[in-house]
Nanobody, 114 residues
Framework: QVQLVESGGGLVQPGGSLRLSCAAS????????LAWYRQAPGKQRELVAE???????NYADAEKGRVTISRDNAKNTVYLQMNSLKPDGGAVYYC????????WGGGTQVTVSS
């Protein structure tokens, strides 16, 4: 089993940056595919970025060039660096891990506002 806890959310101005972290408990963190999703009010949860076991990354088209996902297996942590945040970028960001079974964190709120 894996438990995921996100942190790093908060209020940021348009154009600003934010780094989200997701700490995982449990064993074998390094064999999970990890991802960040976002869910804006009234919208479906959508993929932001994914990182594979070998470090291969995949980004949603709308996020390419603005976000970077990374993982530190020694710290059981996955990160999401977000730059040039847009006014409509506010959402709850969720950490996700999968290896056959899906695991979700509780989410961290990101608000983009001046």
């Amino acid at each position: 089993q894996v438990q995921l806890v996100e942190s790093g959310g908060g209020l940021v101005q348009p154009g600003g940056s934010l780094r989200l972290s997701c700490a995982a408990s449990g064993s074998f963190f390094n064999i999970y595919v990890l991802a960040w999703y976002r869910q804006a009010p009234g919208k479906q949860r959508e993929l932001v970025a994914e990182i594979g076991i070998s470090g291969t990354t995949n980004y949603a088209d709308a996020e390419k060039g603005r976000v970077t996902i990374s993982r530190d297996n020694a710290k059981n942590t996955v990160y999401l660096q977000m730059n040039s945040l847009k006014p409509d970028g506010g959402a709850v960001y969720y950490c996700h891990a999968r290896r056959g079974v899906n695991y979700w964190g509780g989410g961290t709120q990101v608000t983009v506002s001046s």
